[in-house]
């Protein structure tokens, strides 16, 4: 056990470093600096080094802030931690609304598949996953402004930041490409267990259908529904950038694409590696969902841990 926790870390640890030096190489090569590749190299490795340093002591560096026509000093862990607080908020919303309404929209289709109505659902979710996020934030922008100037009534902000309606557009965005992939990934999963022989038998007993979905079909697709859940996750991380800049939302994403035009290098790095660390932990946790969900994996894991 041990061995495997020492193993985790150290792995842990070299993909942090790999992110803040990738970080720090790409604002170098941003600069247009005239210098030789391995002088490049030796100043993104330089860069890493301070970095690290400078976060065993505890001390991220400042960041600069413009407040009206002047510019303020701001410590880099206040910044983080604020612009965090407000990304993972925006996260969690726009995936727990993702997982409210995509796991339970690819459930219906593949209990009735074969259907128009499971045909229609299914043909909706390529929208989902083909639209750019860009266009989709402009899209409901657009639609919003438009019915306010003929209406006259607000339905939703269209941008700024607030933990009410502000909420609604950017949420809405954020999930639609995770909303859809968890609906065509829980029905293709759920399809493919219900052709299982141990399936067809369950129902030459004559058992109930949903009680052959409740007791041997979803809980023999829950592992690939929780990998949905996974990728979710990659299309949001990637997404927020975007759809922060488009709503004026104050988090990671936007305080990054800012800070990378100004080359606030420790403020870069410092956003990066929150955002790569946060994607590792989720994965950590669905690793040990995995186990919890199938004991073949946990018979694989003690086996590996055992040599």
Not at 37 to 61: I, Y
Not at 132 to 146: D, G, H, K, R, Y
Not at 195 to 204: E, G, K, L, S
Request: glycine share 8%; aromatic share 10%; net charge positive.
């Amino acid at each position: 056990m041990t061995r495997y926790v020492l193993r985790r870390l150290g792995t842990t640890l070299l993909i942090c470093i790999a992110i803040v030096f990738f970080a720090a190489l790409g604002l170098r090569a941003m600069s247009g600096s005239s210098l030789g590749v391995l002088r490049v190299l030796e100043g993104a490795w330089r860069d890493t080094t301070s970095f690290f340093s400078g976060l065993v002591r505890g001390n991220l560096g400042t960041a600069w802030r413009s407040v009206g026509r002047s510019r303020i000093a701001i410590p880099v862990a206040t910044l983080l931690a604020d612009t965090y607080t407000k990304s993972l908020g925006l996260l969690a919303v726009a995936l727990l609304f993702a997982v409210a309404l995509g796991i339970p929209t690819g459930m219906l289709a593949a209990y009735s598949e074969g259907s128009a109505f499971s045909l229609a659902l299914l043909t909706s979710t390529l929208l989902g996953v083909s639209l750019p996020t860009f266009f989709v934030a402009l899209a409901l922008q657009v639609l919003e402004i438009t019915w306010y100037n003929r209406t006259g009534v607000r339905l939703v902000p269209v941008g700024g930041f607030g933990w009410d309606s502000h909420l609604i557009l950017p949420a809405l965005v954020l999930s639609a490409r995770p909303l859809a992939q968890m609906a065509r990934i829980t029905f293709t999963a759920l399809s493919e267990v219900a052709q299982q022989d141990f399936v067809r038998t369950a129902h030459a007993k004559g058992l109930h259908k949903r009680l052959v979905w409740g007791q041997h079909i979803l809980p023999n697709a829950s592992v690939s529904i929780l990998t949905a859940i996974g990728v979710s996750l990659r299309f949001s991380l990637g997404s927020l950038p975007v759809v922060e800049y488009f709503f004026g939302w104050p988090g990671l994403g936007a305080t990054l694409l800012s800070a990378i035009r100004a080359r606030q290098l420790n403020l870069v790095l410092s956003l990066a590696l929150a955002l790569g660390l946060t994607f590792m932990l989720f994965n950590l946790l669905l690793e040990v969902a995995y186990r919890i969900l199938d004991p073949r994996l946990r018979d694989a894991g003690a086996q590996v841990q055992a040599e």
